[in-house]
């Protein structure tokens, strides 16, 4: 299975929004809508931001949001602040009952 | 808040097994999740190598299949990966998690593991 698509990276001054993609197949997604977003700082583990497309775990910021249209997903960071500048993972549950991620975007708060 | 702690043998030699182990703390192994291994090379992106259930129930990555096993030991509250045949492509951070609902909640720190001949 090949890695979900994303941007290498993605910038935007502080208080912008920017938006990450992550593209896929068919079969990377599956009739499900179970797509997840990661935060990973340098050297840190990844950290759940997203889940079940557009669902925030407790503790993640409002300002974090996720969609998705046919076989892209997205993620939305509103008012960018210096602390959101890390790498970021989507990951789907594939059709084959497996785990899918994606190619990783850097965003970085100019 | 359940906590997981990867160990391992810190350098393996190529053509050797690697086999790590995640001790889970504050939560229970039997409990009704499923457990992940995931792996990231120096540089590199994410890359899910399987996943396992406390029942002995395992589903991996077709890349991987061939070479990956996984087992839970529930005496000793932890769960286990073995890749045998590693070559310098294996190296990588080695993390384990704790999945949700077809996602990962709970990470472990990671573990390096170089891969040298």
């Known amino acids: 299975q090949s890695a979900l698509t994303q941007p290498a990276s993605v910038s935007g001054s502080p208080g912008q929004s920017i938006t990450i993609s992550c593209s896929g197949t068919?079969?990377?997604?599956?009739?499900?809508?179970?797509v997840s977003w990661y935060q990973q700082h340098p050297g840190k583990a990844p950290k759940l931001m997203i889940y079940n497309v557009s669902n925030r775990p407790s503790g993640v910021s409002i300002r974090f949001s996720g969609s998705k249209s046919g076989n892209t997903a997205s993620l939305t960071i509103s008012g960018l602040q210096a602390e959101d500048e890390a790498d970021y993972y989507c990951?789907?549950?594939?059709?084959?009952?497996?785990?899918?991620f994606g190619t990783g975007t850097k965003v970085t708060v100019l | 808040q359940v906590q997981l702690q990867e160990s391992g043998p810190g350098l393996l030699k190529t053509s050797g097994t690697l086999s790590l182990t995640c001790a889970v703390s504050g939560g229970s192994v039997s409990a009704d999740n499923w457990w992940s291994w995931v792996r990231q090379p120096p540089g590199e992106g994410l890359e899910w190598i399987g996943e396992l259930h406390h029942s002995g129930r395992t589903n991996y990555n077709p890349s991987l299949k061939s070479r990956v096993t996984m087992s839970v030991d529930k005496s000793k509250n932890q769960f286990s990966l073995m890749l045998t045949s590693v070559t310098a492509t294996d190296t990588a951070v080695y993390y384990c998690?704790?999945?949700?609902?077809?996602?990962?909640?709970?990470w472990g720190q990671g573990t390096l593991v170089p891969v040298s001949s």
């Open positions: 998690a704790r999945n949700g609902a077809f996602h990962f909640n709970s």
């Open positions: 068919s079969s990377d997604f599956g009739a499900y809508s179970y």
């Open positions: 990951s789907s549950y594939t059709s084959s009952a497996t785990y899918v």
